[in-house]
């Protein structure tokens, strides 16, 4: 399969390209292009490639979710609460359906969780400012990974001045690893595409046969104002190799990958989903380019952030 190092170079390169062609709007404008990636080392390598330049916001899809969200205390609270009173339901009435045959650790577990959300309910009007933590702990404030995966889509598409602030702050944004995102992030980026389609540009990079995580979105469809774009070439793998590889992928999505020396080409590369025009209002066209992987000035960008570091 098309190795994940290189797709973590093209996304490099998209980058650089965005940087250096629009770096200077983007600068006068007070805004960035945002790289959603799976892990907090992902996204480290990444900054440390671009010379951590201040116009890209690298991180990880739950920080940067928060990002967006953290400004909307007021919303946060009202979802806190509903989702702290749902729950709660649900463990009560699992509680009262227990048989003989339910454990005493599962009893015991049941009713500590029923007592915590009891506790926590008349608090959390009194919190003063929501936080991000690993866990949940709604009596403190605190909400946990899966709150901030589960909230922040469901604000971004019933909040239209939400999904308008997204594009406001962030005209462009690429997420790595897509195939294993998950569908709800996925669906509420492609609602702001939807909703500021002259001012967002939305980029995924991934590979489903890749995918690890069973949540994750897997293949993404293209829809009909998108373009799709592979990169079957690969230069890491023997020629032996990409048989095998190829004879796997046969049956799945029919990729068939060639070698550099057969194809010439310099990169390996997953599918990406980039939607195709993204105007500002000078009607200047600001898509991603779909050839990132020959672009000069994207080389030129890399090697000069490298040089950087060396320094």
């Not at 790289?35 to 671009?50: G, K, N, P, V």
Request: charge should be positive; include cysteine.
């Amino acid at each position: 399969m098309a190795s994940k190092y290189m797709g973590f170079r093209i996304n490099l390169k998209a980058l650089a390209h965005v940087v250096d062609t629009r770096g200077v709007e983007l600068r006068s404008t007070n805004q960035k292009v945002a790289c959603i990636t799976y892990t907090e080392i992902a996204a480290l390598e990444i900054s440390d490639e671009l010379a951590h330049d201040p116009i890209v916001h690298v991180s990880t899809i739950h920080s940067y979710l928060w990002t967006l969200a953290r400004p909307f205390q007021n919303d946060i609270r009202r979802w806190v609460e509903n989702r702290a009173q749902t729950r709660l339901e649900a463990l009560v009435a699992e509680q009262a359906g227990f048989s003989s045959r339910i454990q005493q650790r599962r009893r015991h577990d049941t009713a500590a969780r029923i007592q915590r959300l009891t506790d926590a309910l008349p608090r959390i009007d009194q919190i003063e400012s929501f936080t991000y933590g690993i866990g949940s702990d709604y009596g403190r404030g605190v909400l946990g990974h899966e709150d901030i995966t589960t909230m922040v889509p469901e604000l971004i598409c019933s909040k239209p001045l939400l999904a308008k602030l997204v594009a406001r702050q962030y005209p462009i944004v690429f997420v790595d690893e897509s195939q294993d995102t998950l569908p709800e992030v996925v669906d509420c980026l492609r609602h702001v595409a939807r909703q500021q389609k002259d001012n967002f540009c939305l980029g995924f990079f991934g590979d489903p046969m890749q995918k690890i995580y069973m949540r994750g979105i897997g293949a993404i469809p293209c829809q009909d104002d998108w373009s799709e774009v592979k990169k079957p070439e690969n230069f890491r793998s023997p020629r032996r190799v990409l048989d095998v590889i190829n004879a796997i992928r046969a049956d799945d999505d029919g990729l068939h990958q060639v070698s550099r020396a057969t194809s010439g080409a310099s990169e390996t590369r997953r599918s990406q989903l980039l939607r195709p025009t993204c105007r500002r209002n000078t009607n200047r066209n600001t898509a991603a380019d779909p050839d990132l992987a020959g672009n000069e000035v994207a080389h030129r960008r890399l090697d000069t952030t490298r040089r950087r570091r060396r320094n």
